[in-house]
């Protein structure tokens, strides 16, 4: 069976986007796949993160998963930081992969803003460490929205050239991209050209998966729309960001096509659409967050899910780290 790993960053407020792009695909390629789900800790600290806040947000991202329905007995949820291959294999990466190429990385353009010299090595070096999140358990297959193709495209790469530079023909696989679904890429509800992002400072343009049934009720009611009624084809949506990206999010969790949804709502007034979409959103998520107040409030169950978990990655990666670092001709005496 092919083998699925995707992470998400614990930066708190995790989103719509993060949930129509990623954890919601996770629960459908569950049955085809053996997946490894992980809370990417050391990502977040590419960026300062207060460390109480760290701790509690890695328990949130993992009771999200869990929620949401990723079957943690089958298949595996932990934390990057508890299997030290990640940070072991990021190294040889870091001397595979070169300079030229994290240069063109545009994520690190964006996070870095403008004091660039001020901007941690982890985060240049970031791309690096994920090649190694998913090519330390040689898997095959990786679930992400839209903004990570680059970065696979990357991990790619360096696998390519490892197996090159050390003469292993197909040691690493070529990991392939799964971007699913009609909400790849969900954008801000105040700006469509912005993608919905955990650390937009405008709370009003994004759901987060903790938002209360009112608070999205009223998040979509003030989301930027225009005038006109709603299209009938994608054609329609020609200089319309904002109505593309909410029709975007109703296909997507009615799990109808872009093609039904604007046939359903051809010629109507966003009212009326704001309407039925709040009512979608609330019963879709409701059950998830209430699912995942209930973990938080006693967290054991989660935490022993990550402890579970960290024990079968190190299980399935600590044979592949061994014959990495005996291709690479680390004495081991
Ligand atoms: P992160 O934490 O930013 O986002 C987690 C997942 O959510 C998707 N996503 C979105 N999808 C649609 N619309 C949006 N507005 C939106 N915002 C976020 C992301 O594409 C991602 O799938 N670098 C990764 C985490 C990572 C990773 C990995 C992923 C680390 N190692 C290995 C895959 C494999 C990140 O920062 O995701």
């Known amino acids: 069976m092919s083998r699925i790993f995707s992470g998400i960053q614990p930066t708190g407020n995790l989103h719509l986007g993060n949930y129509l792009g990623a954890v919601r695909n996770w629960v459908k390629l569950q049955d085809d796949f053996e997946c490894i789900f992980c809370v990417v800790d050391m990502h977040a600290i590419t960026m300062w993160q207060e460390p109480a806040e760290l701790t509690a947000s890695t328990r949130e ?5 869990i929620a949401s329905g990723v079957d943690a007995k089958q298949h595996i949820i932990f934390n990057q930081s508890q299997v030290s291959g990640h940070a072991e294999l990021a190294w040889i990466f870091n001397c595979v992969a070169r300079l030229g190429w994290l240069n063109r990385m545009t994520q690190f353009k964006d996070k870095a803003g403008k004091n660039k010299e001020n901007a941690s090595v982890g985060l240049y070096a970031y ?6 999140d998913i090519l330390l358990y040689k898997a095959t297959h990786v679930p992400v929205g839209e903004d990570q193709k680059q970065h696979l495209e990357l991990a790619r790469d360096i696998a390519a050239k490892f197996n090159n530079d050390f003469g292993v023909e ?12 009609t909400a790849t890429r969900v954008m801000s509800l105040k700006d469509g050209t912005k993608k919905m ?7 009003l343009s994004r759901i987060n998966m903790t938002d209360d049934a009112d608070t999205i009720v009223k998040k979509i009611r003030k989301a930027k729309t225009d005038a006109e009624a ?8 020609e200089g319309r960001p904002e109505v593309a990206n909410l029709m975007g999010i109703y296909a997507a969790l009615s799990d109808a096509t872009m093609d039904e949804t604007l046939t359903k709502f051809a010629g109507e007034g966003f009212g009326t659409f704001k309407q039925h979409l709040a009512d979608l959103a609330v019963a879709k998520l409701g059950p998830i967050q209430d699912e995942m107040r209930r973990l938080m409030a006693a967290p054991d169950h989660v935490d022993q899910v990550l402890r579970d978990g960290a024990e079968r990655a190190r299980a399935i990666s600590e044979p592949i780290m061994q014959d990495i670092k005996k291709t690479v001709g680390f004495l081991n005496v």
């Open 170 to 181: 197909n040691f690493f696989p070529q990991p392939e991209p799964l971007i699913l679904g």
């Open 197 to 203: 992002s955990k650390s937009d400072p405008s709370d």
């Open 230 to 237: 709603l299209p009938g084809d994608v054609k329609g949506f």
């Open 127 to 132: 791309p690096n460490l994920m090649a190694a």
């Open 61 to 65: 991202v993992a009771a999200a998963m």
